[in-house]
């Protein structure tokens, strides 16, 4: 039966939400969360289902795309699947086919699961490795110790509060209130919460997004930030024991990250909250 490429529109959004849910385990390579998602739907339902591609047969979703940006195409497939060499070649052929309405031509990134057959494929078509990431993990079966200071999760009324610590944690950054209320409304964010850590004197110091994927399975944060101007002053560590507890509230069985492994500070961050860093993983990259 052949593979077919789909679209899926707003109406098809839920399908492949809870398809990503269900590939989710322990000790599964790093690869695309509902939370991603999740976090995409900050741009709106339609902007989402746009950027949404899966791969089926016989009606069985085996392959779910997030185009999270120009030219980067975030894959994962269904655990049994990735060594299916059927779904493998057709996925090198859609991506690869500008027509095909996965990747316009020239430079492109792929983030597909380490050790899935694709990613053989697209070396042998030409492309190569990137720079590398580091994935990490905490595991969420024993207690996650109170951080000790106040840390308070975003409602509708706290939106422009989260808005404005983002905005100064990350550079270039665009998030408004607007676009929390998109995300908060968005399929995924029914098992997620935002959260903000306040300093001693009351000020948002940091901010964090956490997306469950449902008892007894990893969750994602995505994406944890602290104020420029609050910085080197243990913020960052604290809103990542948060998240952690938050995470084990909601149910997840860990809690998983990642970070560019040239980002130092960000991985000694997130190590000094408990997570165990695992082995790197890179995208795939051709040049235009």
Known sequence: MAIVLGKPGVDGLSEAVSVLREWQ????????HPGDLGWFWRLGAEATAAAVRTW??????????????????????APDAHRDEELAQQLVEDVTEPERG?????KANIEAPMGALVQDLLFEDGW?????WTPLRRDLTGPVNDPGVRIEVV???QAHVFAAVHRAAF???RFTDERWHAMAAGLPYADARCLVVYDDQGTAVAAVTVWSAGPGRPGLLEPMGVHREHRRHGYGETVTVGAAAALRELGSSS???CAPSSNAGAVATYKSAGFQQRPEVRDQYRDA
């Open 25 to 32: 385990y322990d000790e599964a390579p790093m690869q695309l």
């Open 56 to 77: 089926s047969r016989e009606g069985q979703i085996l392959a779910v795309g997030l185009l999270d940006g120009p030219g980067l195409l975030r894959l994962t497939i």
């Open 102 to 106: 996965v990747l316009p031509d020239g």
């Open 128 to 132: 190569n490795a990137d720079e590398p």
């Open 155 to 157: 409602g509708p009324k």
């Open 171 to 173: 550079d270039g950054s």
């Open 255 to 257: 809690a998983i990250v």
